[in-house]
């Protein structure tokens, strides 16, 4: 499986993120139950996990379908420097292969209200 250059759009400091990943090779769709997905975002590819900030997701819903969500809580979020981050989205598949789907840059913006 190869994997997918994709720039994000925006996302703003301070939210909840959810990421939507189809995971799919040679045009079907994988069933994803057992796997792990890892987000890293870093300022500075080079530097070491988990970088600025980095999740972890189990495919919940719809797994045999290829679904998985990545939930960024804001309480992650909150504490992001605005700028633009280099990101990548890897799987662990239920032998323990990992494989990087998508990879790219997201840039983070600044939330107006810091408050709630």
Same mark, same amino acid.
């Not at 994988?30 to 500075?44: A, E, I, P, Q, R």
């Not at 990545?70 to 990548?88: M, Q």
């Given at each position: ?25 040679? +045009? ?5 139950? +057992? ?6 975002? /870093? ?7 988990? +970088? ?43 032998? +323990?292969?990992?494989? $990087?789907?998508?990879?790219? /840059?997201? /840039?983070?913006? /600044?939330?107006?209200?810091? $408050?709630?």
């Amino acid at each position: 499986m190869s994997y997918t250059s994709k720039d994000l759009t925006p996302l703003v400091r301070g939210d909840d993120w959810t990421i939507k990943v189809v995971v799919s090779s040679g +045009g079907q769709v994988l069933d994803v139950t +057992g796997y792990t997905y890892y987000f890293t975002l /870093k300022s500075d590819i080079d530097s070491p996990d988990p +970088g600025d900030l980095q999740v972890t997701a189990t495919p919940s819903e719809n797994p045999t379908e290829g679904v998985v969500y990545i939930n960024v809580p804001r309480t992650l979020t909150n504490s992001l420097e605005p700028r633009t981050y280099n990101y990548d989205v890897q799987q662990q598949d239920d032998t +323990g292969s990992v494989q $990087t789907l998508l990879i790219g /840059k997201v /840039k983070v913006v /600044k939330d107006v209200t810091r $408050t709630v």
